[in-house]
Structures are given as C-alpha cells and as structure tokens.
T-cell receptor
Framework: RKEVEQDPGPFNVPEGATVAFNCTYS??????FFWYRQDCRKEPKLLMS???SGNEDGRFTAQLNRASQYISLLIRDSKLSDSATYLC?????????FGAGTQVVVTP | DGGITQSPKYLFRKEGQNVTLSCEQN?????MYWYRQDPGQGLRLIYY???????QKGDIAEGYSVSREKKESFPLTVTSAQKNPTAFYLC????????????FGSGTRLTVV
C-alpha cells in the first residue's frame, strides 16, 4: 500500500463550480500535511498547509480527518487558472511523502 | 529575491555517461532534497541533506550520488549505474522543521539519448 494515495482524476469542473477531492495516508503518526499545486511540466508550489482544525484560504478549504486518515481540498467558484495537478503531501517519520496527484481541469 | 536555482533546465545523457545536475539556494535553508518525478507517480526521494558535509540516502538512491560541501549547494550526479534515468528531477529546500513545507527549484528534465 502506498503511504499517500490520491484519485488521479481528471476532475472536469465547469467554471464557477465547486470541486472537492481527498487524499488518504497510511501513517497514523503523521503530524504535518500540505497541499501543493503543480502545473504541467513545472515544479510543485505550496498551496496551503492543513491544520487539525481545518483552514481556509480564499476559495480553497482544507480539512484533516485523523480518525479516517485523510485530508481533503475543496475549491469553490473554480477559475480556469485552477486547472492543475494537486499533490497531497504528508510527513512520515520525518520525511515528506508525496501523492501522485489529482488532476483538475476547469472548463469554460 | 531568495529562491532555488536548478540548472540546466533540459539535459540529454548518452548511455554510459555520468551527468551532474546543479541546485543552488539562497534561502539560508539547512535542509536540501533531491526528488525524481515520473509520469503518474508521486515524487520519490533520492537523497537529502540536513547539514553541510552530511547527507542520507532516500528511497531510490541507487545509481545517484550527491555532495554537500556548501550550505547553498547540493549537486546530484546521475551515474551510468542508473539504468532508467529519464525523468523530471526536482531539488527542494526547507528550514529544519518540515512543518513549513518545501520550496522547489524549477526542475531539470533529463533524457537519455
């Protein structure tokens, strides 16, 4: 079993709609969680950290569910520029483990 | 502006050849990392270094070597022992506490010709 698993998608989303997707992790001792955004053939960029209480940054909301060992990302009012691959990142025994990413395609 | 610089952006390697990928950061970060990304897979850790003159193997270190002679620099050599080197290579750095996440360089795309 992979340490971090994501639905690869693609999630095809009409502009203005809401999209949400999850990421599951296997190490129950993990303490740090992140969502990164990666555009095609570019480096990943930190989108947001995920806190135990959940956190929101503009149109993006991240949640952590420790009991079920997953984190989620919700994007409201999707923009064309939100089209990207979203990487789930979880610390595991002091090292960050990356999911393979969920592709989101926002269509006009 | 502070950041991480990787060079070259594209690199072509012949069979049996060693090549070195450069990674330089001016963020004053202690820790540096090398990852490999293949299509449809998550980033896989090759090597990491948390302090000058010290580094540790990651999950896929075979066929790679690194050095950390300066805090700012963490070059990666892809040796001829790496049988499938074609991939996107990403260098990252962080302050000691991973809670703040990593900053990535723009990557080097290596192709075997």
């Amino acid at each position: 079993r992979k340490e971090v698993e994501q639905d690869p998608g693609p999630f095809n989303v009409p502009e203005g709609a809401t999209v949400a997707f999850n990421c599951t992790y296997s190490n129950s001792a993990s303490q740090s969680f992140f969502w990164y955004r990666q555009d095609c053939r570019k480096e990943p960029k930190l989108l947001m950290s995920v806190y135990s209480s959940g956190n929101e940054d503009g149109r993006f909301t991240a949640q952590l569910n420790r009991a079920s060992q997953y984190i989620s990302l919700l994007i409201r009012d999707s923009k064309l520029s939100d089209s990207a691959t979203y990487l789930c990142v979880v610390d595991s025994w002091g090292k960050l483990q990356f999911g393979a990413g969920t592709q989101v395609v926002v269509t006009p | 502006d502070g950041g991480i610089t990787q060079s070259p952006k594209y690199l072509f390697r012949k069979e049996g050849q060693n090549v070195t990928l450069s990674c330089e950061q001016n963020l004053n970060h202690d820790a540096m990392y090398w990852y490999r990304q293949d299509p449809g897979q998550g980033l896989r850790l090759i090597y990491y270094s948390q302090i000058v003159n010290d580094f540790q193997k990651g999950d896929i270190a075979e066929g790679y070597s690194v050095s950390r002679e300066k805090k700012e620099s963490f070059p990666l050599t892809v040796t001829s022992a790496q049988k499938n080197p074609t991939a996107f290579y990403l260098c990252a750095s962080s302050i000691e506490d991973e809670f703040y996440g990593y900053t990535f360089g723009s990557g080097t795309r290596l192709t075997v010709v």
